[in-house]
Every structure is written in C-alpha cells, then in structure tokens.
C-alpha cells in the first residue's frame, strides 16, 4: 500500500490563528510541537510520538459524540490525570465517565475546543 500514515488534520475554524495557539498551550499539538528525530522542531510540523492511529467511521446518527459535529478529534496521551489537572486549572471543562474506561481500550475524557469542536483524550492501556 502507498499510504503510510497520517498526515494532517485539516478543519475550518473562526479563528484560525487564536485555535492554534490554543491546541498550542493547552494540547501541545500543532505545528512547533515536538522535534523531528534530528531533534528539530518546524513552526508547520507536530512530531507526534509513534503509536498506532484508529480511523473509523461512525454511523451518521451516532451518539458517541454531538450530532452536530462531522468529526471527533482523538488525541493518545500519557498521564492522563495530569493533563486534567491542567486543563481544569486553565478552566476547560471536562467530561468523563467510568463507562468509557476498561482495560482493554484505556481510560478516557472528553473537553472541547474554544469552537466547540470535540476532542477525545485517550489513555492507552499499559502495555
């Protein structure tokens, strides 16, 4: 096959620059996050950590996520509890549910950007 990976994620917004900054502080996702394996960041690039990625499509009435929204953006983590704390703190507001959480898919929360786009925290299971 001649994908290998992937290698953006696009969406309309707003405030294109203000929701930048925001993934920026709060997610520490966007471009200027991370380095490359030389140990160079770029203002355009995100260097993700290596992990697999799960593209699924939902049916068009799920209630997994708003009906309004096209898209949920999910985003892998490490220390979960940690990330709350500084979300809460910031004021984000967070939403979870013992029901979402098992051992075998991880543990979860959800928050939404200041559009109002959501976003799925995800914690893999320890390996």
């Known amino acids: 096959m001649p994908v290998v990976g992937l290698g953006g994620f696009f969406f309309r917004a707003?405030?294109?620059?203000?929701?930048?900054?925001?993934?920026?502080?709060?997610?520490?996702v966007g471009g200027?996050?991370?380095?490359?394996?030389?140990?160079?960041?770029?203002?355009?690039?995100?260097?993700?950590?290596?992990?697999?990625?799960?593209?699924?499509?939902?049916?068009?009435?799920?209630?997994?996520?708003?009906?309004?929204?096209?898209?949920?953006?999910n985003l892998r983590v490490i220390d979960l509890d940690g990330l709350l704390e500084q979300l809460n703190a910031a004021g984000v507001a967070i939403e979870t549910r013992a029901e979402w959480d098992t051992p075998e898919t991880g543990r979860f929360a959800r928050i939404h950007d200041p559009e109002g786009n959501p976003i799925e925290l995800w914690e893999p299971p320890a390996e």
């Open 14 to 28: 707003q405030d294109p620059e203000g929701l930048k900054s925001w993934y920026q502080e709060m997610l520490g």
């Open 32 to 73: 200027g996050c991370g380095t490359d394996p030389s140990g160079q960041a770029s203002p355009w690039f995100w260097y993700p950590e290596p992990g697999g990625v799960i593209f699924q499509p939902f049916q068009a009435d799920t209630t997994y996520y708003a009906g309004d929204k096209q898209v949920m953006l």
